[in-house]
Every structure is written in structure tokens, then in C-alpha cells.
């Protein structure tokens, strides 16, 4: 169990392009303890994913889903969960769809994020095995965010109408006691 601090908007940590996992670190410890840290900060910190970056490890590994129905998208499928590094991501049509989205290195805030309806994604897990999905909504919408993090990009650099963006408990008052945290 090692939860550890999550970076801040702000830290340039955030900011840099992340290094690509080299071959040599798949089905090492030095990977299996990575990712040990980010689930159990994700699970800490009630978020739906986490990136490396977030905890301040600058490669290219990011875990999403396992947690059910996300009270704060309680239509949303549940994501399986899922190790993902050195992801690239390819936008199987140019729809776009607007959803709101919170970070964990932005607490207190959400905001209305455009991002594409449909995507594949390929990486590997952390044995080095493949993965290769084709998703839409709400997944595909988490892995645009986190795979964000991997580029130095936050979701608020991504907003395009910054009246849909502000304080949880202004925008969504409902939330209130369900939820304190963000992804
Ligand atoms: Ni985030």
C-alpha cells in the first residue's frame, strides 16, 4: 500500500512529454511498484484513472476504470480495469462530444471538455502484453483525459467555453457528500 502525494496544476512535472517505457521494464518489479502506487492513489483519492505524471513518474503508463458505476456518470458503462503504456491513440471519426470532466490534480473543479465520441487504443499492459480496443462515450472519454497527461496537457487547456467550468459544488450542488474528489 503506497499511497502517494498527487502533483498539482501548476507543477511543471505536469507539463512535460512523458518518456516511453522502455522494453527492458515490462514484468519488472520497478513497473509492478508503479503501478501498485498509482492504483492504490487512484483508489484513495476515488478517481476513475490516474497517469504516472500525476504522481510525478515521468513515463508513459496510465490506469483507468475497475471501479464500477462512477457516481459522478452513473449512466456510463462500467470500464474494466486496465493497465495501459506507451498508448497511442487514434479517433475513428471526427465527432466530437462534449462531457464534463474533473481531474485529481484539480480538485475542486470540473469542467465541459470536447473530446472524441470514438477511438482505438493500443499499448501494452504492464507484462508487455497487447492491448488493442475500440471504444466510445464515457471510455473513450477517460482514456483521451488520462493519455492528456502523458503530453503535459491538463483538461482546463482543453475547454473551449470557459462558462462551463468552475467549482463542483457550484455546478453540480448534488454532488455534494456523494462525491468530494475528481478523476
Ligand atoms: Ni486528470
Known amino acids: 500500500m503506497a499511497v502517494v502525494p498527487i502533483l498539482k496544476m501548476g507543477d511543471t512535472r505536469l507539463q512535460r ?33 490516474i497517469a504516472a505524471p500525476q504522481i510525478g513518474v515521468d513515463l508513459r503508463v496510465v490506469i483507468f476504470g475497475g471501479g464500477g458505476i462512477n457516481p459522478r456518470y452513473p449512466d456510463a ?14 479517433p475513428l471519426s471526427s ?12 480538485p475542486g473543479l470540473r469542467g465541459e471538455v470536447p473530446r472524441f465520441e470514438q477511438l ?9 502484453v497487447a492491448i488493442d480496443r475500440s471504444v466510445d462515450g464515457f471510455h473513450a472519454r477517460v482514456v483521451q483525459h488520462e493519455c492528456d497527461h502523458l503530453d503535459g496537457v491538463l483538461y482546463p487547456q482543453r475547454v473551449d467555453d470557459l462558462t462551463k467550468f468552475g467549482f463542483t459544488e457550484v455546478l453540480f450542488p448534488e454532488l455534494a457528500g456523494v462525491v468530494g474528489d475528481d478523476d
Open 120 to 128: 482505438r487504443y493500443t499499448g501494452r499492459d504492464q507484462f508487455g
Open 77 to 90: 458503462p462500467p470500464i474494466p480495469f486496465t493497465v495501459l503504456c506507451n498508448p497511442i491513440l487514434t
Open 95 to 106: 465527432d466530437l462530444t462534449r462531457g464534463w470532466e474533473g481531474c485529481l490534480s484539480v
Open 17 to 49: 512529454i512523458a518518456k516511453a517505457v522502455p522494453d527492458a521494464m515490462f514484468g519488472g518489479d520497478a513497473l509492478a511498484q508503479l503501478i501498485v502506487d498509482l492504483l492504490d492513489t487512484m483508489k484513495a483519492a476515488n478517481g476513475a484513472g
